[in-house]
């Protein structure tokens, strides 16, 4: 598995945790990393994919549509 494949992988996985949360410090709570880790990992895919993936709401985020498929 190349470096790509695992980065990709680690930001799905920062993905899955902040939908499953709904915030960024809940995600990084349960990822055991800093808020501006995930916030990173997160525009760093979203950058990847040229695609938004997340939505303020409140105080929490909510996936888009593209960040659901």
Same mark, same amino acid.
Request: aromatic letters at 2%.
């Given at each position: 598995?190349? =470096?790509?494949? #695992? &980065?990709?992988? $680690? ?5 899955? /945790? *902040? %939908?499953?949360?709904?915030? +960024?410090?809940?995600?990084?709570? =349960?990822?055991? #990393? &800093?808020?501006? $880790? ?5 525009? /760093? *895919? %979203?950058?990847?994919?040229? +695609? ?18």
């Amino acid at each position: 598995m190349g =470096r790509w494949a #695992v &980065t990709t992988e $680690a930001r799905l996985r920062t993905l899955v /945790a *902040l %939908a499953a949360t709904g915030s +960024v410090r809940g995600a990084a709570s =349960r990822l055991m #990393v &800093t808020e501006s $880790a995930v916030s990173a990992s997160i525009g /760093a *895919l %979203a950058r990847e994919l040229g +695609v938004p993936l997340v939505e303020p709401v409140g105080r929490g985020l909510r996936l888009t549509a593209s960040g659901t498929v």
